[in-house]
C-alpha cells in the first residue's frame, strides 16, 4: 500500500500499535525517509489526539494508549534515523525536568542525538534537580538537555541551573532546553547556551555547542 501520513497518524490516534508498526515498516520498505514518517505521521497523530484531549472529546487512557503506539512506531524507525556516525560526538546528561512526566518528545530527541553521534545518559522523567547535579559529577557530560511540556515545569529548569551553580559545576556544562512552552526568549532569560524547537534542531544545536 502507498505512504499515507494520515493512516499512521489515524492508527497513532487509534492506539493501534499493530497497525502503527505495520505502516511504519511499510512507509520504510517504499523508501519514505523516516524523518519524514516521523515529523508527517507519527508526531502529528500524537499532537491532534492532545487536541482532542485538550476539547474533553478523548481521555486519558485513550491518550497512554496512543503514547504506547507512537513509542513502538518511533522503535521501528530507530535503526533508519541513524545517519551511520559512530564516532562519539559529546556525552549528553538528558531529562524532564521534576513534576513533569512527559518523555515522548524527549525520548525521540534521545534517539536523534544518539543517531546523530552523541552518547546520551537519559534520566528519565521527573527529574529533582540534585539528580543532574548527581549525573553531572558521575558522567562529566559536554551538556545538560533539559525537556519540559508543562508551562508550571519549565520553571524547574531555573532551579537545576541554580543546583549546578551552588555544586561549583555550572561552567563545565553547557545547558540545552527545549519542550513545546519553550521559547528562544525563555532560553536567554534563564541564561542558558542552547535551545532547540525540535529533535532535529537538538542535533544541530547539541553539534553546535560542543565545538564552541
Ligand atoms: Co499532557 N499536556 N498532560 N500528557 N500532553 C500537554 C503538553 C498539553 C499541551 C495538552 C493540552 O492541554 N493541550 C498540556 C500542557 C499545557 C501547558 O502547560 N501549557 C498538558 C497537560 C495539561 C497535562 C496534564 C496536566 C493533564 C492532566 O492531568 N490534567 C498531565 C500532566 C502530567 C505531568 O506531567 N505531571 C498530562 C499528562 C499527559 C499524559 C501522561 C497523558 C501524556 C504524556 C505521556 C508521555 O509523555 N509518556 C500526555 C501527552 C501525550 C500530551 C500531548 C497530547 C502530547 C505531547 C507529546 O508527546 N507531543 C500534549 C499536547 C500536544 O502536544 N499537542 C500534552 C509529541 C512530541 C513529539 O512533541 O513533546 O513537544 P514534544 O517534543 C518535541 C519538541 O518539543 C522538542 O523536540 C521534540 C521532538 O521534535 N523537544 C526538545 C522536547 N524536549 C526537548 C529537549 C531539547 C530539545 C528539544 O533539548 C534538551
Not at 70 to 90: A, C, F, I, N
Request: charged residues 25%; hydrophobic residues 45%.
Amino acid at each position: 500500500m502507498a505512504w499515507n501520513r494520515r493512516d499512521i497518524s489515524d492508527a497513532v490516534q487509534n492506539g493501534d500499535d499493530q497497525q502503527t508498526v505495520k505502516l511504519v515498516k511499510e512507509a520504510i520498505d517504499e523508501g519514505i525517509p523516516a524523518t519524514t514518517v516521523l515529523d508527517e505521521g507519527l508526531v502529528p497523530g500524537i499532537q491532534q489526539l492532545g487536541a482532542l484531549f485538550q476539547d474533553g472529546e478523548v481521555f486519558l487512557p485513550e491518550v497512554l494508549i496512543a503514547c504506547r503506539a507512537m513509542d513502538r512506531g518511533v522503535e521501528e524507525l530507530k535503526p533508519y534515523l541513524s545517519v551511520g556516525d559512530t564516532h562519539k560526538k559529546g556525552k549528553v546528561v538528558l531529562g524532564t525536568v521534576e513534576g513533569d512526566l512527559h518523555d515522548i518528545g524527549k525520548n525521540i530527541v534521545r534517539i536523534m542525538l544518539e543517531c546523530g553521534g552523541f552518547e546520551v545518559i537519559d534520566l528519565g522523567v521527573d527529574v529533582p534537580a540534585s539528580h543532574f547535579v548527581d549525573a553531572v559529577k558521575q558522567h562529566s557530560p559536554d551538556i545538560v538537555g533539559l525537556s519540559a511540556l508543562l508551562t508550571i515545569t519549565m520553571i524547574n529548569m531555573r532551579e537545576v541551573l541554580d543546583a549546578l551553580e551552588k555544586s561549583g559545576l555550572r561552567d563545565r556544562v553547557k545547558v540545552m532546553i527545549g519542550g513545546a512552552p519553550i521559547t528562544r526568549e525563555y532560553a536567554d532569560q534563564i541564561g542558558v547556551e542552547g535551545f532547540a524547537e525540535d529533535c532535529a534542531a537538538a542535533v544541530d544545536e547539541a553539534t553546535r555547542l560542543v565545538a564552541a
